[in-house]
């Protein structure tokens, strides 16, 4: 019986530390290869949801950029059409501009207000105005406050009672006024020019001067002496 006890004690002891080694390298085992197989799973998963979101991201802002480089073109606006006053040249006048009246007087006869030409050389009692679009080519010279000259250039198509322009030749000059045409090369600078002087005693003061170039009317003014005569404008001879 003494001999049994001691051989029960010694075989129940192996028994026991063996099944305890078993059983915990079976369970370290398994428990190791469900972490490393659940990591890579993981990291997977976390890679592929952010690729998504980023390509999403890169899809939506393209979809947001205008399509082509093309820039929209301003609305377009149709010229403004400027009506001609019509006008007929005489030894006092130029359409409803008048030798003798003021600037708001001729303004307010044209219905255009008359602009200083700061282009043109001025005095203190002379200078130049002109009615713009309305009257192209035409410049007014005031003197003391008043109209005393109105000259007719390039580009206006104003003539004459007599139907005489820019453009026509001296031999129709001479044609159309027989008795009043007379050559005057002392009204311009240079060159050649024609002097319509009245026959009347009333309007003796008053000159339309040609100027002659290649033959033909190159400009003209009307006006009253001393201004008339200026070779310089407001700057006199």
Partial sequence: ???????????????????????????????????????????????????STSAQSVTTVADTQPEGDEIPEPPTTEPVQ????????????????RIGMTIAEASAEAGVALRRDLGRQSTDSCHYVTP??????????IVDDRIARIEVDLPSEIATRSGV???????????VYPDNIQQANQATLEGEAMAFVPNDDFDSDYRIYFEIENGEVARYRVGVKPAVDYLRGCQGE
């Fill in 1 to 51: 019986m003494r001999k049994l006890v001691p051989l029960l004690l010694v075989v129940m002891l192996g028994a026991a530390c063996g099944g305890d080694d078993e059983t915990v390298d079976s369970t370290t085992t398994t428990n190791l290869s469900a972490i490393t197989t659940t990591e890579p799973s993981t990291v997977v998963s976390l890679s592929s949801t952010t690729t």
């Fill in 82 to 97: 400027v009506t001609q006053i019509d006008a007929v040249a005489t030894l006092r006048a130029v359409g409803p501009l």
């Fill in 132 to 141: 713009g679009a309305v009257m192209r080519g035409v410049s007014v010279m």
């Fill in 165 to 175: 322009r820019i453009g026509t030749t001296v031999s129709n000059l001479r044609t």
